[in-house]
């Protein structure tokens, strides 16, 4: 088949997504492009992938004038690509690839990939609305990376809605002694003791994150002090904004009363080192389809403790604490059990372990994805 991905902004779980998918099914034999901002491409390297081609389109975040040039520009690149499958993923991308589809005379299957869900207010609310009906209902087939956003589109009227999980790349195994140097070597920056309990959450300090909540949590925590030291430490990029409030806050707590440290690390190249090396992973976000890197942690076994938005609780199961959104109390509570009772978080690690050994990977969501297609375009394929 020839199959064209488009593909908006992205640095995290749905470019390395795309990527995935690309580079499968191009090993698998089919013609894969790939249409996208240059810089998604420089982060991802989809034009350094054997078997496919780049087609740049600088999508912006907004609707405005410039999608008229959009347009143009997209219909273009379908037209050097020839597909039969278009496979658009996310809000803007879907937008504009069923504006141009609109526009050609012969049209390849159009396929959507819903990753969030769309949380404007107001006008803002109402005009997402009405393109989640456009994109639901124009779309030959749509994809949720949850059951929820699933759902969501059959409400909407789309004609064919199914689940398929975004897959979290295969984790490297870290060694118990790689571990034990990482959390020395932290405890030596940040200055807290080797023994300290250490509270890792992976993800850009952004508002869907809701790194707020995890600094009410740590205060509550502070005030209880039983659990010994306890130190919480946050890798990703970051909304400089977000970042500003999340520490003003912070310090703000921490002018108050005792708290545990939070320390901020940045991007970080040494997830997998991190991870292996902190007792509890925890997931604060309003909101997550599928988590990536929540799919890591159950592969690399960590007592979890994490939101049941999106898809998190059925992703989660039993192999983890499961909280409601918002509610700092029932985290600090699930944290302050944890502290005092290893035997508790070597048993949700082996549950999380467990769970995560029958997750799907990469290559067979790809084979998945490819028998959906072959679905839609089934006396074009061979």
Do not use: C
């Not at 195994?173 to 790689?178: D, F, I, K, L, N």
């Not at 509570?333 to 290893?342: F, N, Q, R, T």
Request: proline residues 4%.
């Amino acid at each position: 088949m020839r199959i064209v991905f488009t593909i908006g902004t992205s640095t995290g779980g749905v470019g390395t997504h795309v990527h995935a998918l690309a580079r499968d099914l191009a090993a698998a034999g089919h013609e894969i492009g790939v249409i996208g901002p240059a810089a998604t491409d420089e982060h991802f390297g989809f034009s350094l992938l054997p078997g496919v081609r780049f087609g740049v389109l600088e999508l912006g975040t907004g609707i405005g004038a410039s999608d008229a040039a959009l347009v143009r520009r997209q219909r273009t690149l379908l037209r050097s690509f020839s597909p039969q499958i278009v496979h658009a993923h996310g809000f803007r991308a879907g937008l504009i690839t069923l504006l141009t589809l609109r526009t050609l005379k012969t049209r390849p299957k159009f396929v959507l990939s819903l990753h969030n869900q769309a949380s404007g207010q107001g006008l803002r609310g109402r005009v997402e609305t009405r393109v989640e009906t456009m994109l639901a209902r124009g779309a030959d087939l749509v994809l949720g990376a949850s059951t929820d956003l699933v759902d969501r589109a059959r409400e909407l009227g789309a004609q064919t809605a199914r689940f398929l999980p975004a897959a979290a790349p295969e984790v490297t195994p870290v060694s118990a002694e790689a571990a034990a140097t990482t959390r020395s070597s932290l405890a030596e920056e940040f200055d807290f003791a080797p023994g300290a309990l250490i509270v890792l959450a992976v993800g850009r300090v952004a508002k869907q994150k809701n790194y707020p909540m995890l600094v009410r949590a740590l205060a509550r925590l502070g005030e209880e002090n039983h659990q010994g030291e306890i130190v919480a430490l946050i890798a990703g990029a970051a909304d400089e904004e977000v970042l500003a409030d999340v520490r003003a806050q912070y310090d703000d707590a921490a002018a108050a009363s005792a708290i545990p440290a939070l320390h901020f690390l940045g991007p970080r190249d040494d997830i997998a080192e991190l991870a292996a090396a902190a007792d509890i992973y925890a997931l604060t976000s309003v909101w997550e389809a599928r988590a990536l890197v929540l799919q890591e942690a159950l592969m690399t076994g960590k007592a979890i403790v994490a939101t049941a938005t999106g898809g998190s609780a059925e992703l989660v199961g039993d192999a983890g604490i499961l909280i409601d959104h918002d509610d700092d109390a029932a985290f600090a509570a699930a944290v302050a059990e944890l502290a005092i009772d290893p035997a508790r978080r070597a048993e949700l690690g082996a549950r999380a372990r467990a769970r995560g050994a029958e997750l799907p990977d990469e290559r067979e969501v790809a084979e998945e994805l490819a028998g959906l297609y072959t679905e839609l375009v089934p006396a074009q394929v061979g």
